[in-house]
């Protein structure tokens, strides 16, 4: 059988006592009448004194029975207010879990690139640049960003380096790799010089540079230019 809602169960209990309450002061109410014919003929000092004492007897059991119903729904509203707490309680972890999770800090990576060139022969062709990096990381977190550089012409293009801005200066550097024409992947760490890295001849076709960093432990949003600079010889 279900159990009653805690409201109808809350006013059932009120009408039990309180019908509890009637009898015993009906009782009470008989036994006083009883007492009082019994007593009526008694004129004596004793008869009174049994009167009196009779009077503060009923006092005391009225008292006494109401302290324990006090008693009793004092224990049980502290009851329902314990279980109400604690309901709330963990309602609230929950959701404050539920947010954590779905919001992890992150950082906001976004880059431009542009050339800068000298040249002597422009037929020769010239170099691009392109830049990718991921849109957004973990604060702390470990990631790869790569400079890719296509030389369409049919020399090598001298002088070549790439200013990298801010970059370094608000990411962690952790390691630089340099692959030509899809070839191998070679450190390039002695080619970073603060800010630049310099490369010197860039052979036709695509070079690839790849830079590992490390988020700030701060969430943040970051921008950065980075610049390429090249010479067209003779």
Do not use: W
Request: net charge negative; glycine share 10%.
């Amino acid at each position: 059988m279900a159990e009653l809602p805690s409201d109808y169960s809350l006013i059932g209990m009120v009408l039990a006592i309180s019908m509890a309450i009637i009898l015993l002061s009906g009782l009470a109410l008989y036994v006083a009448f009883r007492l009082r014919e019994t007593l009526r003929e008694e004129r004596g000092r004793g008869a009174r004194a049994a009167k009196v004492g009779f009077l503060i007897g009923l006092l005391f059991l009225s008292g006494g029975i109401f302290y324990f119903f006090a008693i009793g729904f004092s224990s049980l509203g502290g009851t329902a207010a314990t279980l109400t707490s604690s309901t709330t309680s963990e309602s609230s972890i929950a959701s404050s879990t539920t947010s954590t999770a779905s919001s992890s800090p992150t950082t906001s990576i976004s880059t431009s690139s542009s050339t800068a060139s000298t040249s002597t022969s422009p037929a020769q062709g010239s170099l691009s640049l392109s830049s990718s990096f991921p849109p957004s990381e973990n604060a702390g977190s470990t990631f790869f960003g790569s400079f890719t550089m296509i030389d369409n012409g049919s020399v090598s293009v001298g002088s070549v380096s790439v200013q990298v801005g801010n970059l370094l200066n608000e990411f962690a550097f952790q390691s630089c790799t340099i692959s030509v024409n899809g070839g191998v992947f070679q450190d390039c760490t002695s080619s970073l010089s603060g800010n630049v890295i310099s490369l010197g001849s860039v052979t036709p076709g695509t070079t690839v540079i790849t830079l590992g960093l490390k988020a700030p432990s701060h969430p943040g949003q970051y921008s950065n230019e980075v610049t390429l600079y090249y010479f067209l010889g003779t």
